[in-house]
C-alpha cells in the first residue's frame, strides 16, 4: 500500500546493533511477512502485545504504561 504522501517516505539509519537482532529475527521466522508473526504465522493482536507489555513492566517493578506511552521514555 502506498504511503499518503511524499514526504511520509524516509530513510531511517540503524546501528549495526539493530540491523544484526533483525536479521537473527529475519532467520527465526523465515519466509514469514511479519517481523514478528504470532505463533499461527500471521500478524500479533494488538492486545497480546500489551499483555506481553505489562508482563515485562511487571518483573521489572516498573509502572504499567499504555504502549504508546513508550515513544516518550
Known amino acids: 500500500m502506498p504511503l499518503k504522501t511524499k514526504n511520509a517516505y524516509r530513510t ?11 536479521m ?6 523465515g519466509n514469514s511477512e511479519w517481523v514478528f508473526p504470532s505463533p499461527t504465522g500471521g500478524p500479533m493482536s494488538p ?3 500489551l499483555h506481553m507489555l505489562h508482563r515485562v513492566l511487571k518483573r521489572a517493578g516498573l509502572p504499567k504504561v ?3 506511552d513508550l515513544r516518550h521514555t
Not at 531511517?12 to 533483525?22: G, R, Y
Open 24 to 29: 537473527q529475527q529475519r532467520r527465526k521466522t
Open 47 to 49: 492486545d497480546s502485545v
Open 66 to 68: 499504555r504502549f504508546h
Open 12 to 22: 531511517l539509519p540503524l546501528s549495526v546493533d539493530a540491523i544484526d537482532v533483525l
